[in-house]
């Protein structure tokens, strides 16, 4: 019973926290100025056509009913005068709601992308099942949010306004024909909301499904070659059909809908063309009133219902904004208890204390949870790694070796002990699968800084250390013409510039997240070369044992959160003498 009043607050409180910001907020003073433009503009054009349709069209009907000549001139006259005025008030009034409302959607989605990625929001919402498709919202669902909200508002201005203007001229004509008017409104209004309440669901789910379609060709169209050595089509082709048919699907459902709403709309709007007959015309026979007033009350009726049953006529509009709003407040939402949270843990006690105060990596007694504190992967964890020395973490997959870089980074704040660490501009971090930036060579090399010009000879340098001598050449040596290396690049070709983006960056401490896996030993080891012998400190992540050697230390984590801190050199004295001892015992 409760439950459409509670969702109807919902979308209020939603709708408010969208709105608020470009209205109330830094933008105040521009949003209203424009805002004030458009309400001139609009009173101004709905004026116009008040005065034409609801006093100059009655004057014209029946000067033309009685067959004066000269009187219906002179009204017809003034009547295309009005319309004169009226052309370039409506032209200008839709010129400024499109450009209030583009204004809108661009503060909104600066807004929206500001906050995305303002404290990894936009990793966060990795893990979060109720928020789907951060691109659509951010994207298509602003624009048309902005685009409705606006023409909704001045919608409902407008008719408010045609309303006080109309309802003098039809209680002058007749008062029986008010009454009806508005007890029409509101029974249509009524019928027309238990009729469509369930179409504002459907449409948010329908958001949803288009959202979902789209995502799975965009992955189709990024996954290619992975797909393509598979062999997936099949695989692919079953899975979006899948999607598509729960588009198709809930369209029927709603297409049902908007049908069944039609049977009353049209009825509803069709006994409205003859209602101010049913009720004048007694009034004309009669002899009460002139034929202008049947005219007048005609048109006046007909403009006077369609801004009082407003809700009635904009229902399908209504339901679709009201699922955008939904979806676009649900991530607002999101955004905020994000930065709630971040508040919280920056003011209690048992979350991983870090220091950014440090040359190098220093771990107190460090324990390392998933979000959330359900499992705990390392536990109890001290070490601290020499300016100019190196670390191998190694162990079974989901042992935690990764989860520890996420630590380190700050991606994941949930456990206990103390990090210390150089400030995050001074570190870098090399993942398995390097990010290939849409843009030049430039672009890449100097992710994710930019504007620092460098030298074409220096980037040259820098490529053939990583033996990519050749890739400037790709582009005819023209380090600012912009390709899809993403897709030009094998996975080897990534990890070798991304080990140029590090060398480029020279950071304090480097991290790499099996950032050589895609590599053969040769150039793994010119990699690893080139960093023992210029001191990079730096910590890997790795399976391969030909790792060790490029390493000072080993730290092994098992399954059950405990852990070993070896060093290498002992290792490799006890892997010698073992290897000796087997030479000796051969007869």
Known sequence: MDEAPKFTRHVWAQLWRLVRPYFFGRTWGKAWIQLGVLITLMVASTGV???????????MMTAL????????????????GIMAA?????????YMEARMALNWRDFLARTFTLRYFY?????????????????????EDARNFTTTALSFALLVLQSTIQMLGLAGVLWSISHTLMFVLIGYAVFGTLVAFLIGKRLIGLNYLQYEREADFRYGLVRVRDNAESIAFYRGERRELRDLRARL??????????????RNLAFFTTGYNSLALILPLIIVAPLFLAGQVEFGAIAQATGAFATFLAAVSVVITQFERLSQFAAGVTRLGSLWEFLDERDAEDDLEAETSDQIEISEDERTIILEDLTVSTPGGGRELIRGLSFKLPPGKSMLIMGESGSGKSSLLRTIAG????????????????MMFLPQRPYMVPGSLRAQLEYPGSGRNSEDESMQ???????LPELAARVDGDFDREADWANMLSLGEQQRLSFARLLFKRPAVAFLDESTSALDEPNEERMYHYLRKHRYTYVSVGHRSTLLKHHDWLLRIAKDGNWELLETKDLEKAAAGAKAGGDRSVP
């Open 245 to 258: 048919g729960g588009v198709v699907g809930n369209m029927v459902v709603l297409i049902r809908w908007n």
């Open 461 to 467: 340098e820098v490529l053939e250390t990583v033996n």
């Open 65 to 80: 009913e009685r067959r004066y000549a000269e009187g219906f001139h002179h009204w017809l006259w003034i009547y295309l």
């Open 86 to 94: 009226g052309i370039p008030l409506a032209a200008f009034y839709s």
């Open 119 to 139: 404290n990894r929001a936009y990793y966060r919402l990795q893990s979060n099942e109720e928020i789907d498709n951060p691109d659509q919202r951010i994207s």
């Open 49 to 59: 056509s008040v005065i034409g349709a609801g006093y100059v069209m009655r004057y």
């Open 411 to 426: 991606l994941w704040t949930s456990g206990a002990g103390k990090i210390g660490r150089p400030p995050y501009r001074n």
